[in-house]
């Protein structure tokens, strides 16, 4: 864990081979390059970082790895010798296990059950619990759960004990190589120290472990080594104590800067603000505001606590504690439909589930939220729907032949302008935007962060909550970093966004290149 | 490799299975165990008739199809499904075995396995459909249903079927459908159910029912078999209405009408459900299914003979439903909140 392994260089002067070495992987979909070049060198016993943007390329090298694809070109070796895997089963076949972020679990079935379905060990028809157990409850000792939780079911379990679970179950195999995708996004603090308890005494006995973390602070814990992938390549691998948080942050990002749409004019009247808000485990103690014509900009690593504000904004959820005075009101929205009468409106992230009915056609999906506008003592003119809808397909450049087509049949991207269309049919004093363009392609991203600046241009406030680094830095005039349900920092839109993602990810130290704002 | 293997061998506590398997009795089995013996013993106290052999074993005979078909059904609302149709296929097999006892006077035992095979037949279409179609169950056996009445009417060929030998009286209401005051169809319901607990708790193919019911992606990845196991569960479910329809007929009059079988579809599911069975799938039980289609039959029977209006006993199983489905969802929630 004290060499130091070069790029190119596999470990000279160390004693053990590499239990696992990746050399020249490449993969296309398509036309679509998700990794050009990657290298990637483990040692046995070691806890190894793979870190990347998303899109980066690490998802589809893992699972190369793990046998869900093939690569294009490369070679995988595997304790000296060159293998092929074509198949997940391949994979486990050679000590390789992958727990996924989302476990694949049964909730009604017990924890034991869980350990083996599918690979049942039986005699005659019955399962012989017998022949199963033994294994099964050295195994709980070994990621430290008690054994009377192997008869409960496992949907009683809390998060983190569902995951230990998971990576015991993964164990049942002969594990070398254990790779751990996102554990720790879904776990609080406490539940982090079991998991790396648990990552630590594997690495003592010798498994090897890919650990995948957006969470960069937390690697400097658990890691003795980093990847670092950027645009489909592996751009840098050495021991994790050579390099700071940001000096990774900056690798991943790389000298990317993207164009700021939105001229910076004057704004107008406070439309929201917020003292002190708190909304107990989600975020504290948060205070900002926005503008008439300003476009802020909440970014986050998933979990960050952002998500939540716009919800409370919005009505959806009540704060704990603090003061929020929206829309010219002193008090909270306290339901969705409070806060739209106050001229607020929202783009839900998850628009498949919150946002549309996608039986219904694009009209209909555009003047459900404004029906009153449409007509008379409760009913419907289809005339003023069309004409409104027509005018907002042609505003916001929405792709289809006419307003019947149902939305379900559409793209993500023109999807999501529907949504947003629903949104602005009145001009909104201030508009939520969480994620707007998740999912989308490059081409409608584009377009959607042209109509968020157009729209405040127009003076509406706007709030942007992402997890998307070039979109926040491109839409924004005021960037707030959240970390772990608090604002961290404040940039103005000329940041790096290496700056951004250290202040997400978590860097103590303070900023190099930004403006002389205080870290809150 | 060396793999994790720090667990020390000293600390290997003594093996109870008991601390692996979950419980063998739930506590909503106790509960409606429970509910079921207040209300025999209120309904002695009322109508003292009601304890009597005279009134408990038809009470015991009107169970067993409906605990019958609940172990299939157990089986199909355990994997997250639904079948609506076996009504319909108790009507198909019951004419059809009916006629064949009319025509040709064939043996007992010809006429039970026709009456199952026509049911396992028709539980294969519905079972194929579903699986391998990818439709939602209940859209599938609504539609199966009405093609089976269809074909049963065709096979009716006239108003009803008269006349039918009395082959099948092991399994009537009589004296030679009962041994020691145990009617014998109640004995194969309880048989069946007893198989059919054994079965959803030790055996694989069991087990991995509950799998497929509680995160039916996660099953095909575990490597379980999730589409051959879902024809089975509907041909069993097919193949036991098939063996009701048996009992439908013996318990009828020597004639059987259009209307056999109508309404058993929901009065099973009422059984499942009211036994603790998650419509949400993954979780359930047929000690349960038997309970609840007890529990249904003794509300029914009982508002007859207390000299109530019979429509109460729809109220009361709807009453029963409700609180079982509700307990299940408030269940399900309070899990996905935590």
Redesign the interface.
Known sequence: MTDTAQRTDPAPGHGSTPRLEMRDISKRYGGVRAIRHADLTVRPGTVHALVGENGAGKSTLIKILSGAERPDTGTIVIDGSEVTIHATTDAIALGVQTVYQEPQLFPELTVAENFFVGREITRGPTIDWRAQAPRMLELLDTVGLDRSLASQPLGTLSIAKQQQVSIAKALLEQASILILDEPSAILTDAEIEVLFGVVRRLAADGVSIIYISHRLDELFRIADEVTIMRDGETVSSQPIGELTVREIAERMVGGAIAEGVHKQGQHGEQVLELEHLTLDGAFSDVSFSVRAGEVVGLYGLVGSGAAEVGEVVYGMRHSTSGRMRAAGDDAHPVTPSEAKRRGIRMVPANRSSQGSFSFQPIAFNITIGSLGLLGRLGWVSPKSERRISDDLIRRLSVKTPSGRQPIGAMSGGNAQKVVLARQIVEQPKLLVLAEPTQGVDVGAKEEIHRIIADLAERGTAVLVITTDLAEVQRIADRILVFRAGRVAHEFPPTASQASLLAAAAGAVEEPAETSGEEPR | ???????APE???P?S???????IVTGQEIVLLGVLVVLWVLLGIFTPAFLTPGSIGPLLVQVAPIALIGVGMTFVIITAGIDVSVAAIIMVSAVTTAQLLVAFDIPAIAAVLVAILVGAALGAVNGFLIAYGRVHPIIITFGTANLFLWLGLRVFDSSTVNNIPSTLEFFGRGGAGSTLGVPHSFAIAVVAVAAAWWFLR????G??L??I???Q???R????KVQPRLVWVYVVTGALAGLAACMVIATGTSTLDQSVGSGKELQVIAAVVIGGT?ILG??GSVVGTLLGALLVQTVVSGVTQLGWPTQLGFLFVGIFILIAVGTDLIRERT?RR?
Not at chain 2, 221 to 224: E, T
């Open positions: 490799m060396s793999t994790a293997t720090t667990a600390q290997s506590a093996l299975l008991r601390r692996i398997l979950p419980p030790y055996a694989k193919a087990r991995n509950y799998a019911g509680g995160n992606n996660a099953a990845l575990a490597g379980i998650s993954g979780r899990r935590a």
